[in-house]
């Protein structure tokens, strides 16, 4: 298993780096399958009086885990955000050995550019003086060719509200969601003749 480890404005010791690397080590044993290496990226960062902890698991199958967690002592943050990792793989352990077994190759992935709009000032007008949206920042988002199973897994597991997504079946992109009634949504805009 290849882990980073880094920390945002702060220096990581080698004491917690090698607390950090044993326990997920363990931890990510317990709920995987495959022998073939898992890389992992384990992020520190003080936001006023609390360590924030987030860990993100790039799994054998092509699936990411993201867990995140706060607390006062920057171990304990660790502990938290790791027995959440712990929490969504337990939950999904059947589900990823399933699916691992079914599927010959890592999930196929294509980037897609990603955009942050600035949000409309409320300058008191019913009307903006552009419909032009001014764009704050420009990325890269990865897209999974998944069935609509795995995305909902992969979504709960990256801990997001909304996951796009390419569908296995017709190649069409298609959105799976949380919604307000808590609820998964799917949006499937194939267009059928």
Known sequence: ?????SGIHLDIGDA???????????SIKK???????????VTFSKDAHEFLCEISVYLSTGLNAVAKARANDIYDAFEGA???????LRRYKRRLKDHHK???????????PSYVLEAPKNTGEDEPETLQPVIVAETETPVQTLSVGEAVMQMELGDV????????????????YIREDGNIGWIDPRNIK
């Not at 298993?1 to 480890?5: E, G, H, L, N």
């Not at 709920?31 to 990226?41: F, G, L, M």
């Not at 790791?82 to 969504?88: A, D, G, S, T």
């Not at 509200?161 to 799976?176: A, I, P, Q, W």
């Open 31 to 41: 709920y995987t399958v495959s022998e073939r290496p898992i890389d992992a990226k």
């Open 161 to 176: 509200e909304m996951l796009v997504f390419r569908n296995v079946t017709h190649g069409g992109v298609n959105v799976v």
């Open 82 to 88: 790791v027995n959440r990792l712990e929490k969504q």
């Open 102 to 112: 079914n599927r010959r190759k890592p999930i196929e992935t294509i980037g897609a």
């Open 1 to 5: 298993m290849i882990t980073q480890i």
């Open 16 to 26: 917690l780096r090698s607390h950090v690397e044993e326990k997920l080590k363990d």
